[in-house]
């Protein structure tokens, strides 16, 4: 059971750079999210997906854009990556959107130097 | 807006013996609150959540956690921690846009 797949694990970008971070959930969920996870500020949601077709900002969705290809992919787009980007990434999915249980990926560890 | 304050930043506890974290929240009305665990390298998963009913809510792993209104709290408890409990612990609320907003967590390590 794979459950959410999320790629690259690791990357290291220049200031500046873009690059799109992958997720992926084969368990038909509905909604998915982007974290970040950053010491002592626990996970921050960046954007979310309520269905297919949807997308709607988080907390800290600055410098950061989605893309809900389809029911299974919810991408997250860095445009012009900055140090204040450095951070653990996890994608969720759940069922639907209101006080289901989030099942996690494994997260992306990002550098931007 | 609904918080979650996790005080204990970190907390060693020795193998056998009992665990208590704290998770204390802002929020008017009845919440709908979580408790995720971390393990190092690894994405979270649900311990346990709480809706309404029963205020001690069983989870797994043996974990369990008490609702509290007077206290506005849902404390996590373990009788007795193995080893493999060393991990990083969240407490999570649902909002008012009907998203989960985590505390900071609590790093937990198992002595022997």
């Known amino acids: 059971n794979a459950g959410v797949t999320q790629t690259p694990k690791f990357q290291v970008l220049k200031t500046g750079q873009s690059m799109t971070l992958q997720c992926a959930q084969d368990?038909?969920?509905?909604?998915m999210y982007w974290y970040r996870q950053d010491p002592g500020m626990g996970l921050r949601l960046i954007y979310y997906?309520?269905?297919?077709?949807?997308?709607d900002k988080g907390e800290v969705p600055n410098g950061y854009n989605v893309s809900r290809l389809n029911k299974r992919e919810f991408s997250l787009r860095l445009e012009s990556a900055a140090p204040s980007q450095t951070s653990v990434y996890f994608c969720?999915?759940?069922?639907?959107?209101?006080?289901?249980?989030?099942?996690f990926g494994s997260g992306t560890q990002l550098s931007v130097l | 807006a609904q918080s979650v304050t996790q005080p204990d930043i970190h907390i060693t506890v020795s193998e056998g013996a009992s665990l208590e974290l704290r998770c204390n929240y802002s929020?008017?009305?009845?919440?709908?609150l979580f408790w995720y665990v971390q393990s190092p390298g690894q994405g979270l998963q649900l311990l346990l959540k709480?809706?309404?009913?029963?205020?001690l809510v069983q989870g797994i792993k043996g974990f369990e956690a008490e609702f509290k209104r007077s206290q506005s709290s849902f404390n996590l408890r373990k009788p007795s921690v193995h080893w493999s409990d060393a991990a990083e612990y969240f407490c999570?609320?649902?909002?008012?846009?009907?998203?989960?907003?985590f505390g900071a967590g609590t790093t937990v390590t198992v002595r022997a």
């Open positions: 709480y809706f309404s009913g029963d205020t």
């Open positions: 997906s309520a269905s297919e077709g949807t997308t």
């Open positions: 929020y008017g009305a009845t919440p709908y």
């Open positions: 969720a999915s759940s069922e639907k959107l209101i006080g289901e249980k989030l099942f």
């Open positions: 999570a609320v649902i909002n008012n846009d009907y998203k989960l907003s």
């Open positions: 368990m038909n969920h509905n909604s």
